[in-house]
């Protein structure tokens, strides 16, 4: 009995087949990938975010106590003081997060809400901790409350590498009232500023924040 193959005919059949089943199998498939990698990124901005919760447990007295107010902290904070202990990467670019990427604590009521800003931070800052990225220690505390009228005095901040030897001379600051860069603290009128310390060295690089907040009258709670 003689075996007879495909035709030519019966061939491009079978490939339009396979065509058509690809172009309906491979939307699906993108997005079930999609959707895992999303659902991870949720579970990584959870985690951020009890580590937030963590850290405003422990800081409460230290925190605005007038309803609405706001202040911002960074993950390489939460990894400075060991309330992160490992880098996370974005399951849809592979990257590390940024370490200046901002988590909002906000007072409402009795208690606080934290929140992780989603894709905030710079993307040139998102190489993970390692044992030659540079430290910086804040002189004084970390939130600082006063009152409308009076001076502030920047504690400031000093800047080690690896070797811990004092590389403050590099450190730049910033400071924000919200989202907007400004000069200086200015304590004539209530608001909350952050304060930020970046240093760079070995192509590494690390940032930590400072909360000032000027208020009326500190330690009030609504």
């Given at each position: 009995?003689?075996?007879?193959?495909?035709?030519?005919?019966?061939?491009?059949?079978?490939?339009?087949i396979?065509?058509?089943?690809?172009?309906?199998?491979?939307?699906?498939?993108?997005?079930?990938?999609?959707?895992f990698?999303?659902?991870?990124?949720?579970?990584?901005?959870?985690?951020?975010?009890?580590?937030?919760g963590?850290?405003?447990?422990?800081?409460?007295?230290?925190?605005?106590?007038?309803?609405?107010d706001?202040?911002?902290?960074?993950?390489?904070d939460l990894?400075?003081?060991?309330?992160?202990?490992?880098?996370?990467?974005?399951?849809?670019?592979?990257?590390?997060?940024?370490?200046?990427?901002?988590?909002?604590?906000?007072?409402?009521?009795n208690?606080?809400?934290?929140?992780?800003?989603?894709?905030?931070g710079?993307?040139?800052?998102?190489?993970?901790?390692?044992?030659?990225?540079?430290?910086?220690?804040?002189?004084?505390?970390?939130?600082?409350?006063?009152?409308?009228?009076?001076?502030?005095?920047?504690?400031g901040?000093?800047?080690?590498?690896?070797?811990?030897?004092?590389?403050?001379s590099?450190?730049?600051?910033?400071?924000?009232?919200?989202?907007?860069?400004?000069?200086?603290?200015?304590?004539?009128?209530g608001?909350?500023?952050?304060?930020?310390?970046?240093?760079?060295?070995?192509?590494?690089?690390?940032?930590?924040?400072?909360?000032?907040v000027?208020?009326?009258?500190?330690?009030?709670?609504?």
């Amino acid at each position: 009995m003689t075996k007879r193959g495909f035709t030519l005919v019966e061939l491009l059949a079978v490939l339009t087949i396979l065509g058509l089943l690809a172009l309906l199998i491979t939307p699906t498939v993108f997005n079930t990938v999609n959707k895992f990698k999303e659902e991870a990124y949720e579970k990584q901005v959870l985690t951020i975010e009890a580590a937030a919760g963590d850290f405003t447990s422990d800081h409460l007295t230290e925190l605005p106590g007038n309803f609405g107010d706001t202040i911002y902290i960074t993950l390489g904070d939460l990894k400075a003081e060991g309330y992160l202990d490992k880098d996370i990467k974005h399951p849809k670019t592979n990257a590390y997060l940024p370490n200046d990427a901002l988590i909002k604590i906000m007072r409402k009521k009795n208690d606080y809400k934290v929140e992780y800003v989603k894709d905030s931070g710079t993307l040139s800052m998102n190489s993970n901790i390692k044992k030659n990225t540079p430290t910086i220690r804040l002189t004084g505390d970390k939130i600082m409350t006063i009152r409308v009228g009076s001076t502030y005095a920047e504690p400031g901040a000093i800047a080690y590498d690896a070797s811990k030897n004092n590389i403050s001379s590099g450190m730049t600051k910033t400071i924000k009232k919200g989202t907007t860069t400004v000069a200086t603290i200015n304590t004539n009128n209530g608001g909350i500023y952050t304060i930020y310390y970046k240093i760079t060295n070995q192509n590494m690089t690390q940032v930590i924040t400072r909360t000032v907040v000027v208020e009326s009258n500190p330690g009030v709670t609504s």
